[in-house]
């Protein structure tokens, strides 16, 4: 690992709870990228809620399930809508499987929505056959991470959102040493913005160094 990298980390998590806290998550925050359908489909099913509806989403570490998640149970809890959450169905043991397969039937038969998750597609995780396929029924998305490009774009987009002059150098030195999630970096960015109003000065790397070492020594 980068010894930049390691040293900053610490000044930037200072910076988010100094500065400003991540927004919650919704589905209106989420950065979609190549997500753009399962994202479609979460808001129709959260929209239009007289029906059963299934949606899995599997993905890597970092591709937005657990933000998908979260965003969907608030927006259920507002609403309040008939929404059951399963996360990591992978981890799931015989008991928690079987109940999930009890809570999907009834579901399907009472009305409601079952969003759940996992790191593989359902029948690739060893699952239980009977809820393996119970999961496959219904609507299945993978989920992509964010490339650095479309990361880069959004952080662009975001910037100018603010009114905020943006140097490409400075874009690459926060993909490049800080926390690589978005929330984090808009973050990051609006406390940089901040940063610049104050001291009156333009957005560069070396005000976000001493931005960060700042909040290291606060």
Same mark, same amino acid.
């Given at each position: 690992? +980068?010894? @930049?990298?390691? +040293? ?24 979609? &990228?190549?997500? *753009? ?7 129709? !099913?959260? @929209? ?12 890597? $570490? &970092?591709?937005?399930?657990? +933000?998908?998640? $979260?965003?969907?149970? #608030?927006? *259920? #809890? $507002? ?10 169905? +992978?981890?799931?043991?015989? !008991? *928690? ?13 009472? &009305? &409601? ?6 790191? !593989? ?6 699952? /239980?056959?009977?809820? !393996?396929? /119970? ?11 964010? @490339? ?7 952080? /662009? ?21 800080? /926390? ?17 109003? @104050? ?18 020594? *606060?």
């Amino acid at each position: 690992m +980068h010894s @930049t990298e390691h +040293h900053y980390k610490s000044p930037t998590k200072q910076l988010l709870l100094d500065i400003q806290p991540l927004p919650p998550p919704s589905l209106d925050n989420f950065i979609e &990228g190549q997500n *753009a359908e399962a994202l479609f489909s979460l808001k129709q !099913a959260l @929209t239009h809620a007289e029906e059963a509806r299934f949606i899995y989403l599997w993905g890597a $570490q &970092g591709s937005g399930k657990s +933000h998908l998640l $979260q965003a969907c149970e #608030r927006m *259920a #809890r $507002q609403s309040n809508l008939p929404l059951f959450i399963a996360d990591d169905t +992978h981890t799931l043991d015989e !008991a *928690a499987q079987i109940a999930l397969f009890d809570q999907f039937n009834q579901l399907r038969s009472s &009305g &409601g929505i079952l969003i759940s998750s996992g790191i !593989a597609a359902p029948m690739q995780m060893n699952l /239980r056959d009977d809820l !393996a396929t /119970r999961l496959a029924w219904g609507l299945v998305y993978q989920l992509h991470p964010l @490339t650095d490009e479309e990361k880069a774009q959004a952080l /662009r987009t975001h910037a100018t959102e603010r009114g905020m002059k943006l140097p490409d150098e400075v874009v690459e030195y926060c993909l490049r040493y800080l /926390r690589r999630d978005l929330p984090t970096l808009m973050a990051v960015l609006d406390a940089l913005d901040v940063w610049s109003l @104050t001291e009156k000065k333009p957005v560069t790397v070396p005000m976000l160094k001493k931005l960060l070492q700042h909040n290291l020594q *606060a």
